[in-house]
Structure formats: structure tokens, C-alpha cells
């Protein structure tokens, strides 16, 4: 798996920059979803990037680019997925992949 920062044991930081990709939006989500989203954000909120990465992270899909940046898929639940881009450090969110339409 490819290594996303070099700042390994630095705190995992999620955030949103870019509306999120038509179809895969907050509207998308199942009341479920969103307590599974919750829920993930209340396990990352004090984990590194490496912990982050070590239980969440999933294989990428070279051919899934946003803006010219590698996209990473995290798992939520065994279904449930979100993918997001590095900009300096900071983990953007662009989907919110709840059924995992976008495969990886």
C-alpha cells in the first residue's frame, strides 16, 4: 500500500475543501450511515495518520484521480466507504460512498 504522507505519527486530520461528488453527498446517506460515519470519526479523532491508515485504509485504484491527486478509499463498515485526496497533510473528503459503488 502506497504510504500517503512521510508524517507518519502525525494526528489524522479529515476535513471537507470540495463539494462533494453528485450522487455521493450527505442526501445519499441512511440515518444508519450516518451513525456509522460518527462513529468512525469518533475512533480517528485521536489516532495518527499511520494508525488511520493501518486499520481503515484500502488498496487505491491508480485510475481513481481527483484534480490530477491519487484518491484513497477508508472503510467505514465492510460496505460503507469514503474517498479522499492528501493536500499537505490534510485528508479532504470528495465522496461519501455508502453501498461501495466506487470500487477499489
Known amino acids: 500500500m502506497a504510504i500517503l504522507t512521510k508524517e507518519r505519527d502525525v494526528p489524522f486530520e479529515l476535513c471537507f475543501k470540495y463539494p462533494l461528488q453528485k450522487g455521493f453527498t450527505f442526501q445519499e446517506l441512511s440515518k444508519q450511515n450516518i451513525k456509522e460515519f460518527q462513529n468512525f470519526l469518533n475512533k480517528v479523532c485521536r489516532m ?12 487505491p485504484d491508480k485510475n481513481d484521480i481527483f484534480n490530477g491527486m491519487q484518491v484513497y478509499h477508508y472503510a467505514i463498515t465492510q460496505k460503507f466507504r469514503i474517498h479522499v485526496i492528501n493536500e499537505s497533510g490534510y485528508y479532504k473528503i470528495i465522496r461519501l460512498d455508502p453501498n461501495h459503488d466506487v470500487h477499489d
Do not use: G, T
Request: proline letters at 0%; charged letters at 25%.
Open 48 to 59: 495518527s495518520v499511520a494508525q488511520v491508515d493501518a486499520s481503515f485504509a484500502r488498496k
